[in-house]
């Protein structure tokens, strides 16, 4: 079945810095979506982007569907942005979760 | 506030309890989706119920038995529950019941351990 690979898997940043994520699929997907989940388990929808970019405040997201990876961007990172972002695809009436990149932002 | 509400939010049962995990949601949506959560493991797909007709089931154990009254209401019945069942359960709602055709809104979760 399809691969979805995520990294880095571990980022500690100080606050105010930017970071990069991405997810990479090992085949063509229909859809893409990046999820956060804070210390406290509750997962939020952030972008449901299958391709292109969107913008959020300070984060951003693009897919390059035709070269099967999606990258995440954060910005001025807060401490309130830890936790752990997953990104999850969409193929033949499946979703499937990557193991997620665990970000934790010092204050 | 997510729209999606979960009860109870923790919950430690015996493997020879009968317990009831339970999910509302608020968003009119069509679709309703019971996830399973492991420690270091990716999200797994359980259940997903389209206008209350369960639509998939991805080869979970029949001691997981889920419910689905209406478009607004899921449960998941647990009864003779193992160790490595013990995880978070995260319920989560869309539009359209084909898993990430619509944006999901996940539920805060219930936490499981199973003694």
């Known amino acids: 079945g399809i691969q979805v690979e995520q990294s880095p898997p571990d980022l500690i940043l100080q606050e105010g810095a930017n970071s990069t994520l991405r997810c990479n699929f090992s085949d063509s997907v229909n859809n893409l979506q990046w999820f956060h989940q804070n210390p406290w388990g509750q997962l939020i929808n952030l972008f449901y982007?299958?391709?292109g970019t969107k913008q959020n405040g300070r984060l951003s997201a693009t897919t390059v569907a035709t070269e099967r990876y999606s990258l995440l961007y954060i910005s001025s990172s807060q401490t309130t942005d830890s936790g752990v972002y997953f990104c999850a695809v969409n193929r033949d009436d499946k979703i499937i979760f990557g193991k997620g990149t665990r970000l934790h932002i010092l204050p | 506030e997510t729209g999606v509400t979960q009860t109870p939010r923790h919950l430690v049962m015996g493997m020879t309890n009968k317990k009831s995990l339970k999910c509302e949601q608020h968003?009119?949506?069509?679709?309703m989706y019971w996830y399973k959560q492991s420690a270091k493991k990716p999200l797994e797909l359980m259940f997903v119920?389209?206008?209350?007709?369960?639509?998939e089931n991805n080869s979970v154990p029949s001691r997981f038995s889920p419910e689905c009254p209406n478009s607004s209401h899921l449960f998941l019945h647990l009864h003779t529950l193992q160790p490595e069942d013990s995880a978070l359960y995260l319920c989560a709602s869309s539009q359209a019941a084909v898993p990430g055709n619509q944006p999901q809104h996940f539920g805060d979760g219930t936490r499981l351990s199973i003694l």
């Open positions: 982007i299958p391709s």
């Open positions: 119920y389209s206008l209350e007709e369960r639509v």
């Open positions: 968003l009119g949506h069509n679709a």
